[in-house]
C-alpha cells in the first residue's frame, strides 16, 4: 500500500527557508513512472501545484515558484523534499506530498493518486 507522510518545522520565519520532506512507504520513488508532487492550498483557494520529482530524477517547477523552490530526493531514505525559500505570509498553509501517474500542473483535486495527510506551516513572527 502506498502511504505519504509530510514532516516539518510548522512554524517559519519571514525570510526564512521551508523545508519539508515527504516519506514514502510501500513502493520505491524510483519505481515506475510516477510524478511526486508538491501542492498546498492557500487559505480560500484551491489547490496550488508547487513542482514534482519524476521516478527517473528529472524535476519540474511551478513557473510562479520556480525562483524560490527547489526539490530534490533522497532514494536511500525513499523520500522528497521541498525547499521554499524567502518565505512571506503568504506562503502560510497546507503543504501536502501526492504521486500521480500523470503530470499535472492545474485542476488538482484530491482524488487523484496518492496523497499524505498534510502539514499546516504558519508564520511564526
Known amino acids: 500500500q502506498v502511504q505519504l507522510q509530510e514532516s516539518g518545522p510548522g512554524l517559519v520565519k519571514p525570510s526564512q527557508t521551508l523545508s519539508l520532506t515527504c516519506t514514502v512507504s510501500?513502493?520505491?520513488?524510483?519505481?515506475?513512472?510516477?510524478?511526486w508532487n508538491w501542492i498546498r492550498q492557500p487559505p480560500g483557494k484551491g489547490l496550488e501545484w508547487m513542482g514534482a520529482i519524476h521516478s527517473s530524477g528529472s524535476v519540474f517547477y511551478s513557473p510562479s515558484l520556480k525562483s524560490r523552490t527547489s526539490i530534490s530526493r533522497d532514494t536511500s531514505t525513499n523520500q522528497f523534499t521541498l525547499q521554499l525559500r524567502s518565505v512571506t505570509p503568504e506562503d502560510t498553509t497546507v503543504y501536502s506530498c501526492?504521486?500521480?501517474?500523470?503530470?499535472?500542473?492545474?485542476?488538482?483535486?484530491?482524488?487523484?493518486?496518492?496523497w499524505g495527510q498534510g502539514t499546516l506551516v504558519t508564520d511564526s513572527s
Open positions: 510501500g513502493v520505491s520513488i524510483t519505481s515506475g513512472t510516477y510524478y
Open positions: 501526492a504521486r500521480y501517474a500523470l503530470f499535472k500542473t492545474t485542476a488538482w483535486i484530491r482524488d487523484y493518486g496518492y
